[in-house]
Antibody, heavy 121, light 110 residues
Framework: QVQLQESGPGLVKPSQTLSLTCTVSGGSISSGTYYWNWIRQPAGKGLEWIGRIYTSGGTNYNPSLRSRVSISVDTSKNQFSLNLSSVTAADAAVYYC?????????????WGRGTLVTVSS | QTVVTQEPSLAVSPGGTVTLTCGLSSDSVSASHSPSWYQQTPGQAPRTLIYSTNIRTSGVPDRFSGSILGNKAALTITGAQADDESDYYCVLYLGSAIWVFGGGTKLTVL
């Protein structure tokens, strides 16, 4: 069974770059069944889709974050990663990685447990 | 900018029926938006309930159902139980590979 696990620093300084990795286990990230996504949730607030990547490396981003976001994939490690530059306090959130089923039906299928990122000097 | 709208909060009595809706600020929701619904309890990751408007994922009780009601997507819980008390989020595909979540509905069972 495919599982996702986020990892990365829990504390990032303002103006620096937030970097997180999602490790996919129990299946191949290259299977072609999924797009791989990052989603975040500030404390007490709703979910926000950040962006997605396909195993070919093709990406799509939330227009509101596009200028600061980069998502990459490392198929050899079965991982995909998020970089968010020039962070501010507004970027503090629980960050989830999630799979998006691709095909006839489109929906977020599997979720990691989430990792809390705090932005503070 | 298109906003996906949900009721901020709703309440239902145990055994009762409640409908949560998911709308668009500038359009009607249709099946082409691939509406899906997610349940989240505090401190947990979201759990997928419904996709493609009305298809339940494996293990989701049949008291949860999805539909299009008027110009919105809807999630109906029939025979609500205490452990249905959660936050519920919808997400819509807006085209151009863009997905937008609604603000969520906090459901209270009392």
């Amino acid at each position: 069974q495919v599982q996702l696990q986020e990892s990365g620093p829990g504390l990032v300084k303002p103006s620096q770059t937030l970097s997180l990795t999602c490790t996919v286990s129990g299946g191949s990230i290259s299977s072609g069944t999924y797009y791989w996504n990052w989603i975040r949730q500030p404390a007490g607030k709703g979910l926000e889709w950040i962006g997605r990547i396909y195993t070919s490396g093709g990406t799509n981003y939330n227009p509101s974050l596009r200028s600061r976001v980069s998502i990459s994939v490392d198929t050899s490690k079965n991982q995909f990663s998020l970089n968010l530059s020039s962070v501010t306090a507004a970027d503090a959130a629980v960050y989830y990685c999630a799979s998006l089923v691709a095909g006839i039906h489109w929906y977020f299928d599997l979720w990691g447990r989430g990792t809390l990122v705090t932005v503070s000097s | 900018q298109t906003v996906v709208t949900q009721e901020p909060s709703l309440a239902v009595s145990p055994g009762g029926t409640v409908t949560l809706t998911c709308g668009l600020s500038s359009d009607s929701v249709s099946a082409s938006h691939s509406p899906s619904w997610y349940q989240q309890t505090p401190g947990q990751a979201p759990r997928t309930l419904i996709y493609s408007t009305n298809i339940r994922t494996s293990g989701v009780p049949d008291r949860f159902s999805g539909s299009i009601l008027g110009n919105k997507a809807a999630l109906t819980i029939t025979g609500a139980q205490a452990d249905d008390e959660s936050d519920y989020y919808c997400v819509l595909y807006l085209g151009s590979a863009i997905w937008v979540f609604g603000g969520g509905t906090k459901l209270t069972v009392l």
